[in-house]
């Protein structure tokens, strides 16, 4: 069972700020010129984007839920992410023994499993189902952290915001959407507290290749000045992968800054390393 989580859940997860000026037309609704629409819209978004925590390091205990098809399996772990270098989750049931972790670096993807001493390491263009949908580490990095992103840029510049379309019409969850090719973005955001409460990706192509991706945050919490989501939940869903809907439910307590730790896993001599594609089809014969 410990097994079944550690690969499912590896699959599952890789896979006040103001508004624009307006003015009241004939019938008592908001309007406004397309170019207040457009300075409203990047004078809020930098908004937005200002309102991300400061710290380059979060660490905290985590309760992790993975809920699939009539499966609903709970296990303790830690959650730990270091900007531009690491984002790592270790499963530790009951707070005892680690029996795998999840680590996303810039340059690979690898789960570790513990108990059966195995594990897979691969590049994201090795991975389809984050390929297809526009993931590499910065943007998995941007979803984990809780910021607007640009697909496959490390940073967002402030020229970037004008690419970004927010309905400011809407005063209270604003939705923001950016297209690239065959991949939509989108997030809805909470105007009041300057928050992304939620963010999804949808990859189509024809009738045939479709996917999602969404994480929604909840209960932010203080860190530092600013405040982070101590609950996120992360969907996946597939019809190219036949996994039918995966989600994570992640929550966070004493999310902390600590920097004493090491970045990368080091694996030893002993572990078997496996092949994403045997990976991919031990875990369609999991959730069957």
């Known amino acids: 069972m410990k097994k079944n989580l550690l690969i499912i859940s590896a699959v599952a997860v890789l896979t006040a700020c103001g508004t624009g000026k307006t003015v009241q037309n004939g019938d008592g609704k908001p309007s406004a010129t397309v170019a207040d629409r457009e ?52 499963l ?12 996303f670096t810039p340059d690979y993807v690898m789960l570790v499993d513990r108990v059966n001493k195995e594990y897979v390491q691969a590049t994201y263009s090795d991975l389809d189902f ?31 915001l004008s690419g970004f379309e ?33 963010a999804a990706i949808t990859y189509r192509k024809g009738t045939s290749q479709q996917s999602e991706v969404s994480f929604k945050y909840d209960a932010f919490a203080p860190v530092g000045v600013k405040k982070f989501p101590s609950k996120e939940t992360i969907s996946f869903n597939s019809s190219a992968a036949g996994l039918g809907k995966v989600t994570l439910d992640m ?27 045997q990976v991919m089809k031990l875990v369609g014969l999991l959730i069957k």
């Open 39 to 90: 300075k409203g819209s990047v004078d809020f978004l930098r908004k937005l984007t200002d309102n991300a925590v400061y710290s380059r390091n979060i660490v905290a205990p985590i309760n992790f839920t993975l809920s699939t098809k009539d499966r609903n399996i709970s296990v303790s772990g830690k959650l730990q992410m270091r900007k531009d270098e690491v984002i790592r989750i270790t």
């Open 92 to 103: 530790s049931p009951f707070g005892l023994m680690e029996v795998g972790r999840i680590e």
């Open 130 to 160: 984050l390929k297809s949908n526009g993931m590499n580490f910065y943007t998995l990095q941007a979803l984990f952290w809780n910021e607007l992103f640009v697909p496959s840029k490390q940073t967002l510049s402030d020229s970037d």
């Open 166 to 198: 927010a309905d400011m019409l809407m005063q209270n969850d604003r939705p923001v959407t950016l297209k690239a090719g065959d991949l939509h973005f989108s997030w809805t955001t909470d105007v009041q507290r300057c928050q992304i409460k939620s």
């Open 251 to 277: 929550e966070m307590s004493r999310i902390g800054t600590d920097d004493k730790w090491e970045t990368r896993t080091k694996v030893a001599d002993r572990y078997k390393r496996l092949t994403v594609q």
